[in-house]
Structure formats: structure tokens, C-alpha cells
């Protein structure tokens, strides 16, 4: 990876990206601590003190800007979910189906109208954090005027770093929003490795200190190599190509494979599974909802912090909920991303089949079963990968905003941005060698 940055540097276009994307990085960074006008900071931090550790997901997929109240408080958490809101409508709206198959023009006009729906998301959460905290103390002078000025700042700066994480893309390297994302996350990891080192490390012997840092180091680095090796799995599914007569040639008769990563679905059925698992301990925190009975425990249930406690055992229950949520979204997010039918048909219109395999129905029979066994595996890899964080926050208090979802964003885009500056000079190199 160092070796692909220091070549990266010798040429200047994608130099000039790099720089690009990390001005627009510095950028994200000094929004983050600029506050939103007239609202009162103390009175977040002090409401947040509260909550313990309810909010850490939603901490650290804003970098601490939701609880700073900054400009940047929303972040693109409206785009992430207006992104996964029109990727499932396309199979439930035959016009965004079209708008998906219908190439370049088709996904320029779904971007457009993802972008009206992450304003328009922003618009509503920000209106109800302005509800919902102003006459609670976090705009001293609550009223219309000051009122409208944190929706719109709000509003406003989601947008931005909307426009930003594009012009990453366009402009930069890698996926512009994803970038965007990790930086978020890096920026809680110092404070985070703070709290690690007072709870475990300081004020202990040396023994138990150094014991304790090469733990946390080995369960980092284990975590991050599971990542890694859940990135690149595939299974090569072998395609053959019938010869046949073009004009005087005979053409095709090629090998070639179906790519199937073992975890097609990414991080989308984790964020998916935490984002709903969170929401009701979020909604009783800003309703003040506390005390005892079911419904408390409830809540307790349905938060991370609470399982593998060995005080609350019962807590725990929410434990299976969450993997069985992360299969089924697993598998959910997987259908609508890949049709065996239409691969299938594809194939048989090109004159390909697999090996053993009859084309048609058989083809889809296979891949469907092929397709149902890895989307198992990938999806207990994750869970395994996300649980690793989780247990030792239960078991040992080990509390910090990064977890495994975490650690997968992370390693998902730096691999990502690294293959795709090897890609650029690649195509540079192959331009250079035609023109000379």
C-alpha cells in the first residue's frame, strides 16, 4: 500500500487528486467544530453525559459532530438512508428499475433524485432536533427566527457535505461518501484509544498494563484481518463459451468465471440491523423515558452495551435478534442486487453455461443454491467480526464508539481508494505505452 502512495505521487494528475481530496478532508474536519448560531453546547454535552452510551453508533458515524452541534451535526447520515431508500424502491417502482437499467442517463437522473430526497430527509430531521431540543433548553431563545436558523444551518450543511463526498469522486479519489464516512470515524479513534488506555492501562503495574495493550492490539489486529479476508473472498464460478461461425472465423469457446463475493452485501446489513436496534433507545432518551419495568428493559434488551454483561444476563436476548437481523438483510440486500434469472438468461443469450450445468432454469437452480450458501457464510463472518467488539465492551466495559462496523468501513474503503489509484496508473502506464 505505501509503495502504491509513493508512486501515486510521481505523477502528477493523480497527485493533484490526492491533494484534492485531502483539502476537501481538512475541510470536512474545521466544519465539524464550527457550531450551529444561538444554540447552547453545554447543553448537549451535558445530555449526552446522560445517556452513557446510547448514542456511540450514531457518535461515530458523525465524528462527534451531533453532539459538538456543529454544522456538519446531521452529516450524510440523510444520504446514506436516502441511498438505501432508493436502492430498494427500484424493485418496488418499475420507473426507478428503468432508471437503473437505462445506463449513464438512467443513473444520473437516480442521483439527482437522491439527492432531493437526502435534502429533503435533512430538512425533516433537523426540524425535529430544532422541535425536539429548542424548548428543552438547547436554543436559549427559542423562537421562530432562531428556530429557522439551526434548521437551515443544519439542513444546509448536510447538503454540503453531500456536495463534497461528490466532488470527491468526481474530482479525488475513491467513493466520495465513503471517504467522507471514514474520516468520521478516524477522527473518534484517538479519543477512543484514550479511553482504552485509562481503563485498562493506566494506573496499573507494568505487567498488567503491557499485558492489557498487547490484548487490545491483537484484537484489533484480529478484527482487521477477518475484515480483510471477508473483502476479498470470492467464489469463481467457472462460465463456458460455445464456439460458433462468424463469417469465416470461428469465435468463442472461452473460459471465463462469475465472481461471487462471499460478502456481497458489504456493511449495508449491519448498519441496517444497529440503525434499527438504536432507534427506540434513541427515541426513550429524547422522550426521557427511564426507570424500571418492561418497557426499560426493553430498551435494555435492544442495546449493544448491555450484552454479554455477566450482571444482566437477560440483557442478552437482544444479542440474538441482532444476528438474526444481520442474516436477513444479508440475504434481503443480496436479492436485490443480484438476479440469478437474468444472469442466467444473459449467459444462455451469449452461448455460455457452466460446466455440468443445463442453461435456463437449471443455471438459476445452481446459482440460487451457490448464492444462498455464501450469503450464509458472509453473513456469519460479519456477525463474527462485529460480535468480537461487542463482547469485550460487555464482558470487560470496554466502551468506545468503534466496533467492527467501524473497522469494515475502514478497511472496505482504504482497500477500495488503494485499488482504485492502482487502476489509474494502470490506465496512465497503458496510455503512455500506446503513445509512444
Sequence with gaps: MLTTLRNAFKVKDIRDRLLFTFLMLLVIRL?????????????????????GDTFNFFSAFTGGSFEKMSIFALNITPYITSSIIIQLLTIAIPALEEMQKDGEDGRKKLSAITRYVTVGLALIESLAMTIGFGRQGLIPNFNFLSGLTVVVALTAGSAFLMWVGERITEKGVGNGI???????????????????YDSFIHNKSLAKGALAAVIILAIIALTVVLVIVLSDATRRIPVQYAKKMQGRKMVGGQQTFIPLKVNTAGVIPVIFASSLLSMPSMIASFMKINGEGVGATIIGILNQN???NPDRPVYSIGLVLYVAMIIGFAYFYTSITFNPIEVADNMKKQGGFIPGIRPGKPTTDYLNRILNYIVLIGALGLTIVVLIPIFFNGVFGAYVSFGGTSIIIIVGVVIETINQIESQMVVRNYKGFLSE
Design 306 to 308: 448491555n450484552w454479554f
Design 178 to 196: 465513503s471517504i467522507v464516512l471514514m474520516i468520521n470515524i478516524l477522527s473518534r479513534i484517538p479519543s477512543d484509544l484514550y479511553t482504552l
Design 31 to 51: 466544519g465539524s467544530q464550527l457550531p450551529v448560531p444561538g444554540v447552547n453546547r453545554d447543553y448537549l454535552a451535558n445530555f449526552f453525559a446522560q445517556q
